[in-house]
């Protein structure tokens, strides 16, 4: 019994903990090229489900899963050009204050239009039922997230590795500037760097949405330990981010059944070692910050 | 240092001026003098805030922990140790510049946004322990049952408990030797220190200067009188929940030293009056005053990004 109980608390942590690295990784690409740390991002999240929540009766769970990361993207792109990409360049300060202001705009109007109840999203019920009956936990649903993570964080790891945009954005991590002068459209790199952000958010939106429950605090609750995640894996290793994340979701999921008190403090404590012994991060590079 | 200028003795005098004789005309205004009381409290967190933020060019994210610690210290004590505002607000204010202490030497090693999001998190675990704790600290419903008591001098009694105006002369007092105590840290060698590490952090390295010391003194400084601000706003309110620590309260005082101006001394003050008056008045006004404090945000760094006292001070040099 005992096992199965760390095992189910295990694959929680998991499921949690990819939500978690799905942000992470999407805040880390931004901070990494744009030196902005997008408070707004756990806005977007839930814009991201609350539209996969408004078009799924039209087009079904799935056209929800595909159309609504991209509107978010799409969001992302706009606010990007118009917004944020107006301070770049001036002190950190401003673009954290402008994220900062956003992330109100953009909890409160999810309030606005679809009420500060939370609303259930349909997810299709042979996905909820679980797959045996010994381990009740697994659920489609859960083999789905899982898989579709994997995905997502498997195909932006073959973005940045193998395609041309791939490398200018790990370029511009280390030297704008000089990217800048070899004809690289700098605009338009961050605008796509940070609309690639927001469309692991949309993602983590949806999935989360069917998991977790969707109300308009839905993205301000994982920002947080998403911080944590990217603190404990080293900013600019989106490897270390996601393993960040992994990390703190087991870690908190193992403690809830041991101390249920210490369900949030734990990552905290984790950073704060992290932070002692090794300040860069697990795979973070050492003087980069 | 330059030679007395009595222009420069302006703006203090000004202040002073409206600060001292706020209970008069605040009514008179439409506002009460719990806003203005509210006004300094804050001011004071801004200001404090500003030290590290404007002075040191330190970016922190996360001084609502250190401003909620204050404000749980002194309710605690009040509540569960003796009934004195005195050693409550002693508690208190220890309790933050402790904690400061301590996180201090893990952070000031980092720099610009990460420094940010460390600091943010940090903050955090105390929004957990305020917010888990239940049985100690009210949990959501925050820490009640206790009131501000009368402070005894020996020779005499202050009754801050009930009369308004006889709180805001109280506050008022430990605001302005607070405040005296940080314009001298900065007239002194130590603060003009600050102010060239934030300038040209490398140049000051280059000249001997421990500067990872200097920020952790700063941040020290800064954390320490944050409590302090803390302490006054749970004793104003009789009241404190886990919302004064939360990781947007840390933002709203930044987004105060922005409005006013971190440039200047005052500054910060003038922005939480501002902040402090539009909320108010936001929040009684409209259910979606978040979206327009969001838009306050959007505005003041898309528009105004040196902030009111910043537009004064470049048209008098035009």
Redesign the interface.
């Known amino acids: 019994m005992m096992t199965q109980l760390i095992l189910f608390n295990i694959a929680n942590g998991l499921i949690i903990g990819a939500f978690y690295a799905l942000m992470a990784i999407g805040l880390s690409l931004i901070m990494s090229l744009s030196d902005v740390i997008n408070f707004a991002h756990g806005g977007f999240l839930a814009v991201g489900a609350y539209i996969a929540y408004t078009l799924s009766p039209y087009i079904g769970f799935w056209g929800g899963l595909v159309v609504a990361p991209v509107l978010t993207a799409l969001l992302g792109l706009i606010v990007e050009k118009f917004l944020i990409s107006r301070v770049y360049g001036r002190d950190p300060l401003y673009s954290l204050l402008l994220t900062f202001g956003l992330a109100f705009i953009l909890e409160d109007g999810t309030r606005m239009i679809w009420g500060a109840q939370s609303v259930p999203y349909a997810v299709p019920n042979w996905l909820m039922s679980p797959l045996s009956s010994q381990y009740f936990f697994l659920t489609g649903y859960r083999l789905l997230m899982i898989a579709l993570v994997a995905i997502a964080v498997g195909g932006l790891f073959w973005v940045m590795n193998k395609t041309r945009l791939g490398l200018r954005i790990r370029a511009g991590t280390l030297d704008l500037e000089t990217v800048s002068v070899l004809g690289v459209n700098v605009r338009v790199l961050r605008n796509l760097n940070f609309g690639i952000g927001i469309y692991l958010a949309g993602l983590a939106g949806v999935l989360a949405a069917g998991q977790l429950g969707l109300q308009p605090t839905i993205g301000a609750s994982l920002i947080m330990p998403s911080f944590v995640a990217i603190i404990i894996g080293g900013l600019g290793s989106l490897l270390g981010t996601l393993l960040g994340g992994l990390l703190i979701g087991v870690a908190s999921a193992l403690t809830s059944v041991f101390v249920p008190s210490g369900t949030e403090a734990v990552m905290y404590v984790m950073m704060a070692l992290v932070l002692l012994v090794r300040p860069q991060g697990l795979l973070g590079e050492e003087g980069r910050f | 240092m330059s030679g007395f200028d009595l222009r420069k003795q302006v703006p203090n005098v000004v202040v002073w001026l409206l600060l001292l004789t706020m209970p008069l005309w605040m009514n008179a205004v439409g506002g009460y003098t719990q806003l203005g009381t509210q006004v300094v409290v804050m001011g004071l967190a801004a200001m404090s805030l500003n030290f590290l933020?404007g002075y040191t060019g330190v970016?922190s994210?996360g001084h609502a922990a250190y401003f909620g610690l204050g404000a749980y210290g002194v309710g605690m004590t009040i509540r569960y140790l003796v009934p004195s505002t005195g050693i409550g607000m002693l508690v208190g204010t220890g309790v933050g510049a402790l904690a400061a202490a301590i996180i201090g030497p893990?952070?000031v090693?980092?720099?610009?946004?990460?420094f940010?999001?460390?600091t943010?998190?940090?903050a955090?675990?105390f929004y957990?322990?305020a917010f888990?704790?239940n049985h100690v600290t009210g949990g959501d419903d925050g820490l009640t049952n206790w009131t501000r008591e009368p402070i005894n001098f020996g020779f005499a009694t202050l009754h801050i408990e009930q009369d308004p105006v006889t709180f805001y002369y109280f506050v008022l007092a430990i605001f302005a030797v607070a405040v005296a105590v940080m314009a001298l840290l900065l007239q002194s060698p130590f603060g003009r220190t600050l102010i060239a590490i934030r300038e040209n952090e490398r140049r000051t390295r280059f000249l001997g200067i421990n500067v990872n010391f200097h920020i952790w003194a700063s941040w020290l400084i800064s954390c320490t009188f944050m409590a302090l601000s803390g302490t006054l706003y749970a004793l104003l309110n009789n009241f404190v929940d886990p919302r004064a620590l939360y990781?947007?309260q840390s933002?709203v005082f930044?987004?105060m030293c922005?409005l006013g101006g971190m440039r200047s001394f005052w500054g910060p003050l003038v922005g939480a009056a501002i902040y402090v008056v539009l909320q108010d008045y936001l929040s009684s006004a409209t259910p979606?005053w978040?979206?327009f404090?969001?838009?306050?945000?959007?505005v003041?760094?898309?528009f105004f990004?040196r902030g009111v006292l910043g537009i004064f001070r470049r048209k008098s040099v035009e």
Not at chain 2, 109 to 114: D, K, N
């Open positions: 933020l970016l994210f893990m952070i090693r980092l720099r610009g946004v990460y940010a999001m460390v943010i998190a940090f955090q675990v957990f322990v888990r704790w990781w947007t933002g930044v987004i922005v979606n978040m979206s404090i969001g838009l306050v945000f959007v003041a760094v898309l990004p």
